[in-house]
């Protein structure tokens, strides 16, 4: 099953001033590794966005020693969050700002082909993909980061 494409994520990062990255509950490495390179990706190429990382990995992977902000510190003006490797809200950490909606607008982007419960504006989801991580080393291949 695929919903969306890389091109669609492109489009939905270039609209907003503000993007807050979100990872699933009991994080594993391609959850993690997604929200930290996604972040870093869009920081290097977009330096006049604001890149923020929500959630925590505490007792996983505590030696890689990743930074999450402060959920009073975001600004949620002209926002997109983005949801790696997950889809519903019990799955996610933070999951009260989108089910809120706090942010402008959701993107999610997942290989998994479950369904969701949260309102996702834009999507990128493709089963084919044997990790997020390799969804968004896509994204970066197709905007020539």
């Not at 809200?89 to 089910?99: N, T, V």
């Amino acid at each position: 099953m695929q919903i969306g494409n890389s091109k669609v994520a492109i489009e939905a990062i270039e609209k907003y001033d503000n993007i807050i990255i979100f990872h699933h509950i009991r994080p594993d490495g391609d959850c993690l590794g997604s929200q930290a390179g996604l972040a870093e990706l869009i920081k290097t190429n977009y330096p006049n966005k604001k890149v923020y990382t929500v959630g925590n990995n505490q007792h996983t992977f505590d030696f890689m020693n990743y930074h999450y902000d402060d959920i009073d510190t975001i600004d949620f003006n002209n926002s997109l969050a983005i949801v790696v490797d997950a889809s519903s809200g019990d799955r996610i950490e933070c999951s009260e700002l989108l089910y809120e909606k706090r942010t402008t607008a959701r993107l999610r982007i997942d290989h998994h082909p479950n369904g969701a419960d949260i309102d996702y504006e834009y999507n990128y989801i493709d089963e084919k993909f044997v990790a997020a991580a390799e969804m968004v080393a896509q994204i970066a291949y197709d905007a020539k980061w």
